[in-house]
């Protein structure tokens, strides 16, 4: 998992069932390859999220570029501009639909890498 990282893949799914360690080894990535990275790693937990609009929201609050009054993937765009970052978003399986939101993003963001957990995969070229 961190060599498909480390050789430039951008967006890697781990997909299982439950409880099988996907959150574990997805956090283990983040931990080993986060120095790597001189944006840094995070972790943004959507299990309680039901709705794939607010996966991107999500992520803004995380990084610390919420903007209430403007678009949202354009405020994350412009806050990864140079800023080279590993992002898990754990438990995408009941946003899945966010994937159209993240696959824009990634192609906005050429040094953002995104190792996401879900039962289904996200189904992302990048």
Do not use: H, W, Y
Request: with cysteine; glycine share 10%; hydrophobic share 50%.
């Amino acid at each position: 998992m961190c060599a498909l990282v480390a050789s430039g893949r951008r967006v890697v799914t781990l997909t299982g069932p439950g409880g099988v360690g996907k959150t574990r080894l997805a956090v283990e990535v983040a931990t080993r390859l986060g120095p790597t990275f001189p944006g840094g790693s995070l972790v943004v937990e959507l299990a309680a999220l039901r709705d794939p609009g607010l996966v991107v929201e999500r992520l803004a609050v995380a990084l610390g570029v919420a903007d209430p009054g403007g678009s949202t993937a354009a405020t994350v765009a412009a806050a990864l501009v140079g800023r080279p970052v590993l992002v898990v978003l754990d438990n995408l399986e009941q946003v899945v639909e966010c994937s159209r939101d993240l696959a824009t993003l990634v192609a906005s963001c050429p040094e953002l890498a995104i190792v996401a957990t879900s039962r289904a995969p996200l189904r992302i070229r990048a």
